[in-house]
């Protein structure tokens, strides 16, 4: 199984990025998914996740900015992210889980991760 996360890149404070998190080896329709960030010299942090059924959940700080989705016929989940800030400059990763339909904010849901794209959002 490989998460293949893309879309990363550099862009000014206020702009958009749209990240992509293709999977295959196996279809994920049915398991929850998520992307996490982690920031030079800090830990690895929530962002966003999707269930199965297409319920969502957000970090507070990109409520309302960022938004997941998800489209089973390709096996892709995305992250539009819009009026970025400079303090969402970070590594992120796309995440899967194999057992569990919800879309969680807790990293051990999660037994599948992509390398990770980078995200730098200039002032």
């Known amino acids: 199984v490989q998460l293949q996360a893309s879309g990363g890149g550099l862009v000014q404070a206020g702009g958009s990025l749209r990240l992509s998190c293709a999977a295959s080896?196996?279809?994920?329709?049915?398991?929850?998914m998520g992307w996490f960030r982690q920031a030079p010299g800090k830990e690895r942090e929530f962002v966003a996740a999707?269930?199965?059924?297409?319920?969502?959940r957000y970090e507070d700080s990109v409520k309302g900015r960022f938004t997941i989705s998800r489209d089973n016929a390709k096996n892709t989940v995305y992250l539009q992210m819009n009026s970025l800030k400079p303090e969402d400059t970070a590594v992120y990763y796309c995440?899967?889980?194999?057992?569990?339909?919800?879309?969680?904010?807790?990293?051990?849901?999660?037994?599948?991760w992509g390398r990770g794209t980078k995200v730098t959002v200039s002032s």
């Open positions: 080896g196996r279809t994920f329709s049915s398991n929850g």
């Open positions: 995440a899967a889980s194999s057992w569990s339909g919800l879309g969680s904010s807790n990293p051990t849901t999660y037994n599948f």
């Open positions: 999707i269930g199965s059924g297409a319920s969502t």
